[in-house]
């Protein structure tokens, strides 16, 4: 099964680190959040990739071009009859990476329809280069294939961004909660999509994924929630990038669901 990855945004909210760079390539830990999102799958056996290239995507090229010089010992034969010979093997031994440039201003939509032309199995998988999870991916396949409909979008409880207040009539605070867990579901992404679904999106670049293909899959019912209460977080901002930072600094990053021993 292949997996597209979106990775063509510009990323404004987090213009500290992507005024030079796409926000695939801003780093936690000294990886790029790319490499952790694509570590995830490939921990169950998902090693396939389809990213979708905007802003900056030649950046993403020379990343994965550069990938066995950067990551393994090696030694090189100068002249005309250059050579090289990699030492070692990395842990991505097995990836395969498609990288296509599907437009700067192209939105979700038009990317992956545009990408259709790699997808040649039944089911396909799409998630944002930004989002972080410790989802059981294989948990959440099973899960598609057993509701039969054509998509599965991964629901997770949203955190509020302040802290909420339970006042009386006088206006007495009788509970402080510190960006609890809101009531509702929202979506992390991670989906699991039929191959039919792409003839729900349109070829216009201006096709967002979020609007009326998944509007129009849900009104006929194709479209399922898998609930996740583990952890999910989208990195946005400036502030939140620190906090993916530290996490992983403390060996506490719950998305690291890899050897562990794999951490450099």
């Not at 780093?27 to 979708?52: D, Q």
């Not at 995507?57 to 010979?85: R, V």
């Not at 054509?150 to 409880?157: E, G, I, Q, Y």
């Not at 977080?233 to 993916?244: G, H, K």
Request: aromatic residues 12%; glycine residues 10%; charged residues 25%.
């Amino acid at each position: 099964m292949k997996v597209v990855i979106l990775c063509g945004g510009q990323g404004t909210r987090l213009r500290e680190e992507t005024e030079y760079r796409p926000k695939p390539l801003v780093e936690i830990g000294g990886y790029p959040i790319l490499w952790h999102i694509m570590k995830s799958y490939a921990h169950y056996g998902l090693h396939n990739f389809i990213l979708c290239l905007g802003y900056r995507g030649t950046m993403i090229k020379e990343y994965f071009l550069s990938y066995e010089a950067m990551n393994s010992d090696f030694t090189i034969c100068l002249g005309k009859n250059s050579c090289i010979d990699y030492h070692g093997r990395h842990a991505e031994q097995d990836y395969q990476v498609t990288l296509a440039e599907t437009g700067l201003e192209t939105m979700t939509g038009g990317r992956v329809k545009q990408v259709g032309r790699y997808l040649d199995d039944d089911t396909f998988m799409v998630t944002y280069g930004d989002g972080l999870s410790d989802l059981d991916l294989r948990a959440l396949m099973a899960f598609h294939r057993a509701h039969g409909r054509l998509a599965t979008v991964t629901a997770v409880r949203p955190i509020s961004r302040f802290g909420i207040l339970d006042l009386d009539g006088s206006s007495r605070v009788r509970d402080f909660s510190e960006k609890p867990k809101l009531d509702g579901w929202a979506s992390a992404g991670f989906f699991v999509f039929d191959r039919r679904v792409l003839d729900y999106i349109d070829a216009d670049p201006a096709c967002v994924l979020e609007r009326e293909p998944l509007e129009k899959l849900s009104r006929e019912g194709q479209l399922v929630a898998y609930r996740h209460e583990g952890f999910f977080f989208a990195m946005d901002t400036y502030r939140e990038y620190l906090y993916l930072n530290d996490l992983w600094a403390k060996r506490q990053a719950p998305w690291a669901v890899w050897d562990a021993g794999e951490r450099v």
